[in-house]
């Protein structure tokens, strides 16, 4: 039994010295001459920049702003009105126009919209104010 337990002991040494100091395997060397040449590659790389109407993030379209077309306004010559004074209104019980009184260069006259005195022509008017039109000018006057 000693000589059966000694090979079995032994064996197992076998094994873990042959693992420990393995032997070098037999390589045959061989001789590859390379070389490397690389082809040259001559493509150009073209490309084109083109307007972009979309906003990438948000999607929503891009309007360039137009320049704004400057309109030169005429200058009109300084209108110097006459004295015009508004007084108050008249109007009848059971109609709605309404007669305003309205002093033009001191001298009152009564108005309807529309009407024409001295150059100075009624265009609009309430119980506070009124609105009149002299030489294409227009003026608000509020009652005095």
């Known amino acids: 039994m000693l000589a059966l337990?000694?090979?079995?002991?032994g064996a197992i040494a076998y094994r873990i010295?042959?693992?420990?100091n393995p032997s070098a395997p037999d390589v045959a060397q061989q001789n590859f001459e390379v070389s490397f040449s690389p082809k040259t590659n001559i493509e150009v790389d073209t490309f084109?920049?083109?307007v972009v109407n979309r906003d990438p993030f948000l999607g929503t379209l891009l309007?360039?702003?137009?320049?704004?077309?400057?309109i030169r306004k005429t200058v009109q010559p300084?209108?110097?009105?006459?004295?015009v004074l508004y007084h108050g209104s008249i109007s009848k019980?059971?109609?709605?126009?309404?007669?305003?009184i309205i002093?033009?260069?001191?001298?009152?006259?009564?108005?309807?919209?529309?009407?024409?005195?001295?150059?100075?022509k009624l265009?609009?008017?309430?119980?506070?104010?009124v609105t009149v039109s002299y030489k294409g000018a227009r003026k608000t006057i509020n009652k005095a």
């Open 17 to 20: 010295v042959s693992t420990i």
């Open 78 to 83: 300084k209108i110097t009105w006459l004295p």
């Open 93 to 100: 019980q059971n109609t709605k126009t309404k007669v305003f």
């Open 63 to 70: 309007v360039k702003n137009k320049p704004k077309k400057t």
């Open 103 to 120: 002093s033009v260069s001191g001298q009152q006259n009564l108005m309807k919209i529309g009407q024409t005195i001295n150059g100075v």
């Open 5 to 9: 337990v000694l090979a079995v002991w």
């Open 123 to 129: 265009i609009r008017g309430n119980n506070n104010s």
């Open 48 to 50: 084109s920049i083109r």
